[in-house]
């Protein structure tokens, strides 16, 4: 039998200014009819040129330098532009990773769908609609015929992946491609697609080609997982296995450091002096305008407290307002509430001095952003010394505490990967010496293993300094291995505040329980 | 930088536009000394001599050397023109920067002026500004100056508004950092690269600006050889020494477009996206 994809001895260069870079050494991979494949790999790692290579749609700028493609008994390489047209969608469908931006905004998600029906089924436009309704029901969507005429900014993130993935299947493909096709959904929307993943390929017994850097999540959707690192392939094994008994050290690592709730990191409990007091905290963007009322408020009267040396996770999908806290404590949005701070009593930003800004310390979530590409580590690091009280000679101390060389003050942010950078920006918070560290999200962007290393990081700077933190996030695990106590957030409302042992009692809300079981936690 | 010019120097309107600006700019510098006569000598008996081995360029009504009034003249025409967009950018630009930061009603405030200010054709802001200020040269330099400050600050905030939103600018907030070190050391830089294109565009724009008033007879005086001055003046005799206009028209063209081409050059050269 021959394989639905096969991939022989392929390596790929992108020609850059500095010279050729290799950036796919040597891959094999075989898909098997009816099998799903997962690779995972860190960012960087090429599993995203790969499927560009199978896709045929690689930048204008790499060059196979060897090795095969195979579809079928299709050889993908050998193929012209009129060739590919009826190769794509119609044998090779591919799910991508931002529903949002794969859907064209100015047409409606009928045409959109019956557009592919009709080139690649060869159906009449009248037999292409009644089929995408019916695909449309079949990935679980309410009332498809109203769907059909909606566009896509009428319709939510997870709707437009199940309508992507309605297109893919649709067609009747041999093989799909899925480019971490849940990483830019919310967890328990995610969790659903999932699903809906899983029985669509029981149903069609389609090959796919599942790529993700979550390996807790490939090991659930896959019958195989590959894992490649800095383009090579370092490791196959069934999906069982990998988490069990991962065979190569970059395996192993990657397995060591997905979170995994009952591994708790933190083991010291939090002093019983309160810190901060937050109450009826309400956020408010955007004024009233002449002719409008201002826009509802992003939280609902929300308190909290931390207290000296504590660590409290606030754990919430996208717009749930977690965010909006982290802004409302450091003064970067408006809000009406109080909050109390050392005896210090604050009503809004105005309130607070420079004694609250030098305690109080926010720690981004992108990287790339938080660090003024145009000033050097040094001036970056200078600045809340000079504002603080701190003398310049500090900085080499302050980068060797976020494990940094000193010779990294004279760089440019530029030069620095996402991890390195997230460190300099904890440097820049910790240079203020401060009670309350509040780090929004600030591991999200980065690959898993990047993550184990700040969080560790952060710990060992805790146990130096005695700060508490806020660590907002939307990933369950991680928060559940360092929190004293998590606050669960849903549409601007605190649906749970709990100490961490109680996770697992029966008296938690409802979305938390849900929350629960959409989060991955690791086969084996 | 020396980057910057090797990727400017590849394209070839950036080529081009250097090359063109090099020699605009041996002009500036050197034009006194490589003219062959004084820009002022009269000669009688040489009246619209045709272009020749004598006069290279010809010469105007009253016998004077074209060619030696085109290099003395790229003195007055260009440094002012660029010293006018300068301060215009600057200007612009602290006004951008400045209305993005405040945001809300301030910003409301500041650009709505703005736009009222925008609405006047920029000739005739410069013509208002120079009949109320007094004709000369550095009048209409002044002039020039305001009447590019709006268009400018509107497209500095619509950058500026980008990096507004950048973390880098909100963590300077939550440490309180004041508002002129936030506007001018961390906004100002990041938004360079499209206000050096925007103005290198604009420098065009001011020398045509600046020999058009000194046409109308407000910007540079007689017997100055600034440049549109000289087309003003060759304009009666047309038809009998129509070498007198095109020469300076000219050397108004090529300027132009030696600022706008590098213009272009830097667009492409400054955008990180096209590194290949």
């Not at chain 2, 016998?63 to 200007?91: E, H, K, N, Q, Y």
């Not at chain 2, 540079?220 to 549109?228: F, L, M, V």
Request: glycine fraction near 8%.
């Amino acid at each position: 039998m021959t394989a639905a994809l096969s991939i022989r001895n392929y390596s790929l260069d992108y020609v850059t200014s500095a010279g050729p870079v290799r950036v796919l050494h040597d891959i094999s991979l075989e898909i098997a009819p009816g099998e799903v494949l997962g690779l995972v790999g860190e960012s960087g790692s090429g599993k995203s040129s790969l499927a560009w290579a199978l896709m045929r749609h690689l930048p204008a700028n790499a060059r196979e330098v060897e090795g095969s493609l195979q579809l079928g008994n299709v050889d993908l390489q050998r193929l012209g532009p009129r060739e590919l047209t009826r190769i794509r969608g119609r044998r090779l469908g591919m799910v991508f990773q931002d529903p949002s931006t794969s859907l064209n905004p100015t047409l409606a998600i009928g045409s959109q769908i019956t557009e592919a029906l009709i080139r690649h089924r060869d159906l009449k436009p009248r037999d292409a609609d009644a089929l995408a309704i019916e695909l449309l029901g079949h990935v679980d969507l309410n009332n498809p015929a109203a769907i059909m005429r909606r566009y896509p900014h009428e319709i939510s993130g997870g709707e437009k992946q199940r309508v992507v993935i309605a297109t893919a299947f649709g067609c009747r493909p041999d093989v799909i491609l899925f480019d971490e096709p849940t990483t830019a959904l919310d967890v328990i929307t995610g969790a659903r697609i999932l699903e809906l993943f899983a029985r669509l390929r029981q149903e069609t017994g389609v090959a796919a080609l599942y790529i993700s850097h979550d390996l807790a999540l490939v090991t659930r959707v896959a019958d195989r997982v590959a894992v490649l690192k800095r383009g090579r392939l370092v490791e196959q094994a069934p999906a069982a296995e990998i988490f069990r008994a991962p065979r190569h050290s970059d395996t192993q690592a990657l397995v060591a450091a997905v979170p995994r709730p009952e591994h708790r990191l933190v083991h010291d409990s939090p002093g019983d002096d309160v810190l901060l007091t937050a109450s009826d905290i309400e956020v408010h963007y955007g004024n009233p305008g002449l002719f409008r009322r201002a826009p509802p408020a992003a939280t609902k009267k929300i308190g909290l407290n931390v207290r000296a040396g504590e660590i409290l996770g606030l754990v919430g999908e996208s717009g749930s307002g977690k965010s909006s806290m982290a802004r409302a404590l450091t003064g970067l949005a408006h809000f009406s509430g109080r909050i109390s701070f050392d005896n210090q009593v604050i009503h809004g930003a105005r309130d607070m001095n420079a004694a609250y800004r030098r305690d109080v310390q926010i720690v981004f979530q992108h990287p790339d952003s938080s660090l003024n590409p145009r000033h050097r580590i040094d001036e970056i690091l200078s600045r809340p010394l000079k504002l603080y009280g701190g003398s310049l000679p500090d900085i080499p101390r302050l980068l060797d505490q976020v494990r940094l060389p000193s010779s990294y003050a004279g760089r440019w942010p530029h030069q620095l990967s996402g991890g390195e950078k997230q460190r300099v920006a904890i440097a820049r918070a910790f240079a203020a010496r401060p009670k309350l560290v509040i780090c929004d999200e600030i591991t999200a962007p980065l690959d898993v293993s990047v993550q184990a290393q700040i969080i560790e990081l952060l710990l060992a700077l805790r146990a130096e300094t005695g700060t508490a933190f806020v660590f907002i996030t939307h990933d369950l695990n991680l928060i559940r291995q360092i929190a004293h106590r998590i606050g669960v957030m849903r549409r601007g409302e605190m649906v749970d505040l709990l100490p961490v042992e109680d996770f697992d009692a029966n008296h938690i809300h409802s979305y938390t329980r849900e929350l629960m079981a959409a989060s991955p936690v690791p086969v084996g | 930088m020396t980057e910057l010019l090797t990727r400017l120097i590849r394209k070839p309107q950036g080529f081009v536009g250097l090359s063109l600006l090099a020699l605009v700019a041996l002009a500036c510098l050197f034009g006194p000394a490589l003219a062959p006569y004084a820009p002022e000598k009269i000669n009688f008996l040489g009246r619209f001599r045709a272009p020749g081995w004598q006069n290279w360029l010809g010469a105007d009504q009253f016998g004077r050397d074209i060619f030696s009034r085109l290099m003395v003249g790229a003195r007055s025409t260009v440094p002012m023109a660029l010293i006018a967009t300068f301060a215009g950018s600057a200007v612009g630009a602290i006004i951008g920067v400045g209305s993005a930061y405040f945001g809300g009603r301030a910003d409301e405030a500041i650009m709505r002026t703005n736009d009222a200010v925008m609405a006047i054709p920029g000739l005739l802001m410069a013509l208002l500004l120079v009949s109320t200020l007094g004709n000369g040269a550095g009048n209409a330099a002044i002039a020039i100056a305001i009447a590019f400050a709006p268009g400018m600050a509107r497209v500095t905030r619509s950058v500026a508004l980008n990096v507004r939103n950048q973390d880098y600018v909100k963590a300077a907030i939550a440490r309180g950092e004041g508002a002129l070190w936030i506007i001018f050391r961390e906004m100002l830089p990041n938004v360079m690269a499209p206000i050096v294109i925007e103005s290198t565009i604009r420098v065009s724009f001011a020398v045509m600006l600046f020999a058009t008033l000194s046409f109308l007879g407000v910007g540079a005086q007689p017997p100055a050889s600034e440049w549109g001055l000289m087309v003003a003046d060759a304009r009666q005799y047309m038809y009998q020494a129509p070498w007198a206009l095109i020469a300076p028209s000219v050397a108004i063209a090529v300027a132009a477009i030696a600022f706008n081409l590098i213009g272009d050059g830097l667009r492409d050269a400054l955008n990180p996206k096209d590194e290949r």
